[in-house]
């Protein structure tokens, strides 16, 4: 099956530095990838969606300036929380799609701000 | 915006069966997933349904009526790893981006 990665799975930071996560489809070419939050004890929630070579398509509410993402490639997604503060504190998970219906999600990459 | 229903928590026997219903808005709809996610990690694909009907796969099954806007998962001879948060989400139709409904968390007791 179709298989995405996500580095790092976890990272801990200090108030005001950034963070980037990679999210990767391994097996596959994924033209539009997905970037998701989750709170503890929540569902998740769609940040943005991200199109190759293209610019990411937000959600409401989601500062795109600071929730920065590149899809440079068809198999690679960054997010980058810049100057992150502990209430960005948050599991990321990204998803892939194959071209078909069905989203594949990473692992998640846990982010802890000090 | 689409709205996605779901109870928040159910609990159930291991051996018995459980069924989690959805309810979703039917406008814009392209699809109706059913995603498991056990606490810290992140969710799996279960089930994706856009015709009307019962699929079957294994012990889990998801049910699709799209006039009525609702979907269930069924799981038979439930086991304690089926402990989760079992998330209903809807497709829409501009690229197939991803609605969550609030999740509905499984017990499952000996």
């Known amino acids: 099956g179709a298989v995405v990665s996500q580095h790092p799975s976890w990272v801990i930071c200090k108030s005001g530095t950034s963070v980037k996560i990679e999210c990767r489809s391994l097996?596959?070419?994924?033209?539009?990838m997905f970037w998701y939050r989750q709170f503890p004890k929540q569902s998740l929630m769609l940040m943005a969606t991200s199109n190759e070579g293209s610019k990411a398509t937000y959600e409401q509410g989601v500062e795109k300036d600071k929730f920065l993402i590149n899809h440079a490639s068809l198999t690679l997604s960054t997010l980058t929380v810049t100057s992150a503060h502990p209430e960005d504190s948050s599991f990321y998970i990204c998803?892939?799609?194959?071209?078909?219906?069905?989203?594949?999600f990473g692992p998640g990459t846990r982010l802890l701000v000090l | 915006g689409q709205n996605i229903d779901q109870p928040t928590e159910m609990t159930a026997t291991e051996g018995a069966i459980v069924q989690i219903n959805c309810t979703y808005q039917?406008?814009?709809?392209?699809?109706l997933f059913w995603y498991q996610q056990h606490a810290g990690e992140a969710p799996t694909f279960l089930s994706y349904?856009?015709?009307?009907g019962l699929e079957e796969k294994g012990r889990f099954s998801s049910f699709l009526s799209r006039s009525k806007g609702y979907s269930y998962l069924l799981l038979k001879e439930l086991q304690m790893k089926d402990s989760a948060s079992y998330l209903c989400?809807?497709?829409?139709?501009?690229?197939?981006?991803?609605?969550f409904g609030g999740g509905t968390r499984l017990m499952v007791k000996p």
């Open positions: 989400s809807q497709g829409d139709n501009a690229g197939n981006m991803l609605t």
């Open positions: 039917t406008s814009g709809f392209n699809g």
């Open positions: 349904n856009v015709l009307d």
């Open positions: 998803s892939a799609m194959t071209g078909l219906e069905t989203q594949y």
């Open positions: 097996d596959f070419q994924a033209t539009t």
